[in-house]
């Protein structure tokens, strides 16, 4: 079993930073995840695709934040980032960490972010 962690979320204004952790435990061990990411849903949505990052380090973004956020991870201790800069309000939302490892898919709590105008 694996355990995703979040933390770093909370209010900010428009135009605001934040950085997102996550970090994995568990029976992984020093094993390294597969993929590691980031999904958000807003009240009334879908949860939708933030950013992914492989263990090779390919990287894929959600075009509406494509610029603004950075993911990064680090292998060695099963953790991965978000780097949110340039906030905006419609990135208010529950931010949940996804890994997969041997063919399975973890998911965190999730955490919230506020962007206020």
């Known amino acids: 079993q694996v355990q995703l962690a979040e933390s770093g979320g909370g209010l900010v204004q428009a135009g605001g930073s934040l950085r997102l952790s996550c970090a994995a435990s568990?029976?992984?061990?020093?094993?390294?995840?597969?993929?590691m990411g980031w999904y958000r849903q807003a009240p009334g949505k879908q949860r939708e695709l933030v950013a992914i990052m492989t263990s090779g380090g390919t990287t894929n973004y959600a075009d509406s934040v494509k610029g603004r956020f950075t993911i990064s991870r680090d292998n060695a201790k099963n953790t991965v980032y978000l780097q949110m800069n340039s906030l905006k309000p419609e990135d208010t939302a529950i931010y949940y960490c996804?890994?997969?490892?041997?063919?399975?898919?973890?998911w965190g709590q999730g955490t919230q972010v506020t962007v206020s105008s």
């Open positions: 996804r890994a997969t490892w041997l063919n399975r898919e973890y």
């Open positions: 568990g029976s992984i061990g020093r094993q390294r995840l597969n993929t």
